[in-house]
């Protein structure tokens, strides 16, 4: 199983929050310290801090995955 879904497994079975959780690299870092996080925004001329930022990450297999603010 690839890293990417075994994150998504332990996001439901730790019941994450992500609306809650501010920090979404620290929650990435807890499951994988070796993943790398970074931020986008997919239209940079309309952005909302908040409702428009994508965290994306590369786990440390190299899989991949790029969420919302609400972990979706």
Request: proline share 6%; with cysteine; net charge negative.
């Amino acid at each position: 199983m690839s890293k990417r879904k075994e994150f998504l497994k332990w996001c439901q079975d730790t019941n994450v929050d992500f609306k809650r959780e501010d920090d979404h690299e620290a929650v990435v870092l807890r499951f994988d310290p070796n993943a790398t996080v970074w931020f986008h925004y997919p239209n940079p001329f309309l952005t909302d801090p908040v409702y428009d930022l994508r965290t994306c990450v590369r786990f440390s297999d190299s899989s991949e995955l790029m969420f919302n603010y609400k972990g979706e």
